[in-house]
């Protein structure tokens, strides 16, 4: 019988929930080229000190470690700082659902790590849909989850876009966000705190967000007009991410190649 019991204990706890349909556990040792790409340097404050060094990038002990550190490489590269980045873009996107991810990261003036989804669409930003599981501004005591579409850049503030909230500084938190047909719906270590509505009736171009697939953006940046000018750092800053998990909701989901 005691075996019996035991048997049955395992099973239960290792039983893979039906409703989750994909996940990146980071637990191999490297970055997976099927689903990464290295964040290519941009012109936006968010991309513009993204760099491929080797350094800033690494997956060990099962989670992904994400730098930022001064720049080493000038007068080659004028940016003060580079910064690591990875996407998903062209290789893995998510179709409505619900995705999970934990993480933790350090603070300091100028640091702004950042998990985020954008719409996979060929048209430009932001016609596609942004949504910010994530954003952190140097060392606030909260975080913001936000959503951007070509409504919200047009300047309409109804409904709300944004919502901040507190978390385990320091500590590694669970960031979700559920994309339905009606709302976009955030969650912090299992507490919904934001929802943003599809309005009824219609707005153009205000709810594209279960129209299309979206990739995912994992981000370690620093300085830019939001969050400020950087102060030195003595070591590296780091964005760490334990693992990745999608979900199927009652309204769907669905992992696609891009």
């Given at each position: 019988m005691?075996?019996?019991?035991?048997?049955?204990?395992l099973?239960s706890c290792?039983?893979?929930?039906?409703n989750?349909?994909?996940?990146?556990?980071?637990?191999?040792g490297?970055?997976?080229?099927?689903?990464?790409?290295?964040?290519?340097?941009?012109a936006?404050?968010?991309?513009?000190t993204?760099?491929?060094q080797?350094?800033?990038?690494?997956v060990?002990?099962?989670?992904?470690?994400l730098?930022v550190?001064?720049?080493?490489?000038?007068?080659?590269?004028?940016?003060?700082?580079?910064t690591?980045?990875v996407?998903t873009?062209?290789?893995?996107?998510f179709?409505?659902?619900r995705?999970?991810?934990?993480a933790?990261?350090?603070e300091?003036?100028?640091?702004?790590?950042a998990?985020?989804?954008?719409g996979?669409v060929?048209?430009?930003?932001?016609?596609?849909?942004e949504?910010?599981?994530l954003?952190?501004?140097?060392?606030?005591?909260?975080?913001?989850?936000?959503?951007?579409?070509q409504y919200?850049?047009?300047?309409?503030?109804?409904p709300?876009?944004?919502a901040?909230?507190?978390f385990?500084?320091?500590?590694?938190?669970?960031?979700?966000?559920?994309v339905?047909?009606r709302?976009?719906?955030?969650?912090?270590n299992?507490?919904?705190?934001f929802?943003?509505?599809?309005?009824?009736?219609?707005?153009e171009?205000?709810?594209p967000?279960?129209?299309?697939p979206?990739?995912l953006i994992?981000?370690a940046q620093?300085?830019?007009?939001?969050?400020g000018k950087?102060?030195?750092?003595?070591?590296?800053?780091l964005?760490?991410?334990?693992?990745?998990?999608?979900?199927?909701?009652?309204?769907?989901?669905e992992v696609?190649t891009?």
């Open positions: 005691l075996w019996l019991i035991v048997l049955l204990a099973s290792t039983k893979k929930d039906p989750l349909l994909w996940s990146e556990e980071f637990d191999t490297t970055l997976n080229s099927d689903i990464w790409s290295k964040t290519p340097i941009g936006s404050d968010w991309n513009n993204m760099s491929p080797e350094d800033l990038y690494e060990s002990g099962g989670t992904l470690k730098r550190r001064p720049n080493t490489s000038k007068p080659t590269d004028s940016a003060s700082f580079v690591g980045g996407w873009k062209g290789k893995v996107g179709h409505k659902g995705l999970e991810v934990r933790r990261y350090d300091h003036q100028g640091f702004w790590p998990i985020w989804l954008l996979a060929s048209d430009s930003w932001p016609m596609g849909g949504i910010d599981l954003e952190h501004l140097n060392s606030d005591s909260v975080f913001y989850s936000t959503v951007h579409t919200t850049l047009d300047g309409n503030e109804e709300k876009k944004f901040t909230h507190a385990k500084k320091g500590d590694f938190n669970l960031y979700s966000v559920t339905g047909t709302s976009v719906t955030f969650a912090v299992g507490e919904e705190f929802s943003y509505p599809r309005l009824e009736p219609e707005e171009n205000q709810f967000f279960p129209n299309h979206f990739y994992l981000s620093m300085g830019g007009s939001w969050v950087p102060a030195p750092i003595a070591e590296p800053l964005l760490e991410v334990d693992y990745i998990r999608y979900y199927r909701t009652d309204e769907g989901g696609v891009l």
